[in-house]
């Protein structure tokens, strides 16, 4: 049986290994580069679920034991434990760059003005095909290798446009 | 980022969704399930899920000692000077608090509780070092908000106590 301060060191040390971004389980966020995430491309190491299992059960030991880890991950991470649904303003604490993009994307979209000929106050409804040449899919980098990922079944045929208006963006 | 949609769009929807799904839950979905199989062997999901997940973040890393001296060393102000009366207070405000609290308010500005290794001069924003920030904008008797920093309408006492609610409302 480990005395209090012993149990404590335990789950600081086994937190600092079981997040070292160095064994490919957990990255740091694209965000501030201090809050973790789940590293997509963990599958390099054959056996990552069964790490992620043992993780999960450490993790809920800690908090079973009331004792902490040095760990602090993205607040989409703690929506995902808590079962709540993960929105458009999640995005921001993943990739601070994309989430800028995409509130650009709904800012244009959305907005009157024609922002690519604003000086001329060309005031109209925008259309994002204008703009941008999108399609129901996007790319995601494997160790270099750029892989095309359909964001729904042919997603890549199909292109995303400003048609059927009247759903809300949360 | 609170936008004003007056015209929104079903299939820009479909693709914010669809993005924002594959981006944060979709990449890492087995990674995730085993993680939770996990957790759930020793936190049953209906006793977890009574928490927020500010909550959550606190109650896995714990609440950090906050050195409000380091703190107050490395903030800016926009609008506002350090010997303002509402600044003045504002310090003297957070001092009488206690971890919890200066944890949530550090979450409610940065998005998470977490402080740097060395300290607040450390502190990222979402395009690289950001120091903590206090800037003065919108009407008397606005709640406080935030956006990477934290905005404080002019107008001290009401401020603060708007402050003090807003940050233990979460």
Redesign the interface.
């Known amino acids: 049986m480990l005395i209090s301060a012993d149990r404590r060191e335990f789950f600081f040390l086994l937190s600092h290994e079981m997040f070292n971004p160095f064994y490919c389980?957990f990255e740091y966020s694209a965000?501030?580069?201090?809050?973790l995430?789940?590293?997509?491309h963990?599958?390099i190491n054959p056996e990552?679920?069964?790490y992620?299992?043992?993780?999960?059960?450490?993790?809920?030991?800690?908090?079973?034991h009331r004792r902490?880890?040095?760990?602090?991950?993205i607040?989409?991470f703690?929506?995902?434990?808590?079962?709540?649904k993960?929105?458009?303003?999640?995005?921001?604490?993943?990739?601070?760059?994309?989430?800028?993009n995409?509130?650009w994307?709904?800012?244009v979209?959305?907005s009157h003005v024609n922002f690519t000929l604003a000086h001329s106050v060309s005031i109209r409804?925008n259309d994002?095909t204008d703009v941008l040449d999108?399609t129901?899919s996007?790319e995601?980098s494997r160790f270099g290798e750029t892989v095309t990922?359909d964001?729904?079944p042919g997603?890549q045929e199909m292109e995303?446009?400003?048609?059927?208006?009247?759903?809300?963006?949360e | 980022m609170a936008l004003a949609l007056t015209r929104p769009t079903c299939v820009l929807t479909q693709f914010f969704r669809l993005i924002t799904k594959w981006r944060i839950e979709r990449r890492v979905e087995d990674q995730f399930k085993a993680f939770i199989e996990g957790f759930h062997d020793l936190i049953p999901a209906d006793l977890i899920t009574v928490f927020d997940e500010r909550e959550l973040e606190l109650l896995i890393g714990g609440i950090a000692d906050i050195d409000v001296d380091d703190w107050k060393k490395h903030t800016d102000y926009r609008g506002y000077t350090e010997t303002d009366e509402v600044i003045v207070h504002f310090w003297k405000c957070v001092r009488s608090w206690d971890g919890e609290q200066k944890s949530r308010l550090l979450q409610f500005t940065t998005g998470t509780s977490r402080i740097p290794v060395n300290g607040f001069k450390d502190l990222q924003g979402s395009d690289g070092p950001r120091r903590f920030t206090i800037e003065k904008a919108g009407e008397p008797g606005q709640l406080p908000k935030s956006h990477t920093w934290l905005v404080i309408p002019s107008e001290g006492s009401r401020s603060l106590a708007n402050i003090s609610r807003t940050v233990s409302t979460g």
């Open positions: 389980l965000h501030d580069n201090y809050t995430q789940i590293n997509p963990s599958g990552h679920l069964n992620f299992k043992f993780i999960g059960r450490v993790v809920g030991l800690a908090i079973f902490f880890l040095d760990a602090f991950f607040g989409a703690y929506k995902m434990i808590l079962r709540k993960v929105v458009l303003a999640d995005m921001e604490g993943v990739d601070a760059d994309f989430h800028r995409l509130t994307m709904l800012y979209s959305t409804e994002i999108l129901f996007t995601d990922i964001l729904k997603g995303v446009t400003n048609e059927n208006k009247g759903e809300y963006v």
